[in-house]
């Protein structure tokens, strides 16, 4: 299997080159060269066994030579095994044909860890085996830094270092950063905003001399590896509901476009679904684009679902590629235009091909408080905001002929201010983290300063 960017000028790789790089040189997004596909009955036959052995049928030919059988097999168990449900993603069902899809069992209560912890585990065996060291270093205004700390933490071949602005991320975030005990985990709190974390990333990133002595590595949403991990719990729900012999629908919460893309692709690989509708929050980039064929960025407006609170949805640029006939160059010009002008106008024909697939919606806060109290009224379900969201566009998408399985991206106690307001109730965290508020923490304050930032680095990798 190899993979091609989508502006059409880096060279093809195959996974674990792709999986090591991110963002291609050409400041494309890499995609499979091919999308491989799953024949009826090995799509039948993936409800006979747990999630695990589904993961494996559906990731194993994107994977291709980069990893034996077994080995794979023992990625993706070391993956999911610290899951706190054995379904690893559950449905619910919460109305006449709706269903909530559970994606918040994992160590961090978000769906992330379902390609973090993945990833986590084929880093270490790729590095192991090539007999090298990397250190991965993220910002993170919440959720990401998390997810890449659980991901990490204790590999042998990995430190992890992780940028948040000290004061501003939530308490449970917090503490998930600076909890963890192994000696690779390296909360870095910045004396500084998130937007000044993601300049000194990105300034890392620019300094070659830096990059090389420490080996620095990022796992952001653009990997390819994320969004095939994501790819696997679509295929779970639908086979649940009566796939392939019936068709069923998604509605999916979207910031980066990252999950609803991998429901794209299980559709190319064969699975029999209907329509794949994206939710947004007021933060309506992608549902205006949908309508208009406009993408036209405009300021982040801060929401009670903030994990998509972003005005450029980075994984677009996979779905663009295959509505304008995988043609790289054009892809490369709207991108050009994005940058220059804040915005382009989508082709008539690009824009056709993509309303044939999917539908969207948007949310305003006041409907994304009243869904998360009718979502407890009506069937004693706690949602955290951004499942509300999904929700409150699936009522609006439900179609009779076909079941409508609505993505919970978060557990409701990761958002437990916007929970109460709308129930009254403070949702508390699952048992096997209840004593959160209670271990002790661990963390280094650095100044609003790369040189600082850098130095603090190198310390704590050489112990
Ligand atoms: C990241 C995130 C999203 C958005 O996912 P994308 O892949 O960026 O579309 C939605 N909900 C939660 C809770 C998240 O953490």
Redesign the pocket.
């Known amino acids: 299997m190899r993979y091609v960017s989508t502006r059409g000028n880096a060279p093809a790789l195959n996974f674990e080159e792709t999986m090591l790089t991110g963002l291609a040189p050409d400041g494309g997004l890499y995609v499979p060269e091919t999308v491989p596909t799953l024949t009826h009955d090995e799509i039948a036959r993936l409800h006979l066994g747990s999630y695990e052995d589904a993961a494996f049928t559906v990731m194993q030919p994107f994977v291709g030579e980069t990893f034996e059988e077994d080995e794979f097999r023992e990625i993706i168990a070391a993956a999911y095994e610290g899951f706190g449900h054995v379904a690893r993603a559950p449905l619910k069902q919460i109305d006449d044909g709706l269903w909530l899809l559970e994606l918040f069992h994992g160590p961090t209560l ?3 860890d379902f390609a973090m912890q993945l990833i986590g585990q084929m880093f270490q065996t790729v590095l192991a085996r090539n007999g090298r060291r990397i250190t991965i270093v993220g910002a993170t205004s919440g ?1 990401t830094g998390s997810a890449a700390i659980e991901a990490f933490r204790g590999l042998p071949n990995v430190d992890v270092c992780i940028l948040y602005p000290h004061g501003r991320v939530s308490e449970v975030q917090r503490r998930q950063m600076t909890t963890p005990s192994e000696a690779n985990v390296h909360a870095l709190a910045i004396d500084g905003t998130f937007d000044d974390c993601q300049r000194h990333l990105k300034d890392m990133f620019a300094d070659e001399a830096f990059r090389g002595e420490v080996g620095l590595a990022a796992v952001n ?1 653009i990997n390819w590896a994320r969004v095939m991990a994501q790819v696997v719990y679509y295929f779970t729900s639908a086979v649940a509901l009566g796939a392939p012999d019936r068709r069923v629908s998604f509605c999916v ?8 893309y991998a429901g794209e692709i299980a559709r190319r690989m064969g699975l029999s679904i209907d329509r794949l509708v994206i939710a947004t929050n007021q933060n309506d980039i992608l549902d205006r684009a949908l309508r208009t064929g406009e993408y036209r960025t405009g300021t982040v407006e801060p929401s009670i ?1 903030p ?2 609170d972003i005005q450029v949805s980075s ?1 677009f640029e996979r779905l663009l590629f295959d509505a304008y006939g995988r043609d790289g160059n054009a892809v490369a010009q709207l991108m050009q235009e994005l940058r220059a002008e804040g915005g382009f106008a989508i082709s008539q024909g690009a824009h056709e091909a993509i309303a044939e697939n999917f539908a969207s919606g948007a949310v305003s806060e006041a409907e994304t408080s009243s869904r998360i109290t009718a979502t407890l009224e009506e069937s004693q379900e706690l949602v ?1 905001p ?1 499942s509300a969201v999904g929700l409150e566009v699936a009522r609006d998408h439900q179609d009779i002929s076909h079941p409508m399985i609505a993505l919970a ?2 557990h409701p106690a990761k958002f437990p201010d916007a929970v109460e307001t709308a129930t009254g109730i403070r949702p508390p965290l699952p048992n096997r983290m209840a004593d959160l508020y209670h271990r002790s923490e661990r963390v280094t304050r650095v100044e609003n300063d790369l040189a600082a930032i850098q130095g603090v680095i190198r310390e704590k990798r050489a112990k």
């Open positions: 978000a769906f992330k959720d949403s919460p979207t910031g980066n476009f990252g999950d609803i679902s994990s998509m994984n955290c951004h991206t978060a």
